[in-house]
């Protein structure tokens, strides 16, 4: 009876740090489960699409201040999840300050401080799983 109570306590214990775990992240770190049935079957109304919009905005606007900017065409991002995996990616670059994706436009848009090759940038997507297209100033 004892070991029962201790190895339920422990899988309660494991399944709630995973559930705080999960919820930091998504609201600090902005990395929110995979959206795309909800998001695309409300046709943009949720909550979790308008701030996705807002965001997708805000990073725009500063994109366009910066000396150098490209956009980029991205092929298979599906959800928010897959925003996340190519901006991350695109920030990792040397040289990249900011990034943004579009999910409607299927594209990233990238700020940069000082010229970057474009291949290096189609790279660093096609690393985090997607398909790099055309690049344009």
Same mark, same amino acid.
């Given at each position: 009876?004892?070991?029962a109570t201790v190895?339920? #306590?422990?899988?309660?214990?494991v399944a709630? @740090?995973?559930?705080v775990?999960?919820? $930091?992240?998504?609201?600090?770190? %902005?990395?929110?489960?995979?959206c %795309?049935e909800e998001? %695309?079957?409300?046709?943009?109304?949720c909550?979790?699409?308008? =701030?996705?919009?807002?965001? $997708?905005?805000a990073r725009?606007e500063? +994109?366009?201040?910066?000396?150098?900017?490209?956009? +980029?065409?991205?092929? @298979?991002?599906?959800?928010?999840?897959?925003?996340y995996?190519?901006?991350?990616a695109?920030?990792?670059?040397? #040289?990249?300050t900011?990034?943004?994706?579009?999910l409607e436009?299927?594209?990233?848009?990238?700020?940069?401080k000082? *010229?970057?090759p *474009? *291949?290096?940038l189609?790279?660093? +997507?096609?690393?985090a799983?997607?398909? =790099?297209?055309?690049?344009? =100033?």
């Amino acid at each position: 009876m004892m070991v029962a109570t201790v190895i339920l #306590g422990a899988l309660i214990a494991v399944a709630f @740090g995973f559930g705080v775990r999960k919820a $930091y992240r998504a609201f600090f770190k %902005s990395e929110a489960a995979c959206c %795309s049935e909800e998001c %695309s079957s409300c046709g943009g109304g949720c909550s979790a699409q308008k =701030a996705l919009n807002d965001s $997708y905005r805000a990073r725009v606007e500063k +994109i366009e201040r910066f000396p150098i900017h490209r956009t +980029i065409d991205v092929d @298979g991002m599906t959800c928010e999840k897959c925003i996340y995996k190519v901006v991350r990616a695109l920030e990792k670059v040397d #040289g990249v300050t900011i990034a943004a994706a579009s999910l409607e436009k299927q594209s990233a848009l990238v700020g940069m401080k000082e *010229d970057i090759p *474009d *291949d290096t940038l189609r790279e660093a +997507i096609n690393k985090a799983g997607y398909t =790099a297209g055309a690049v344009t =100033a």
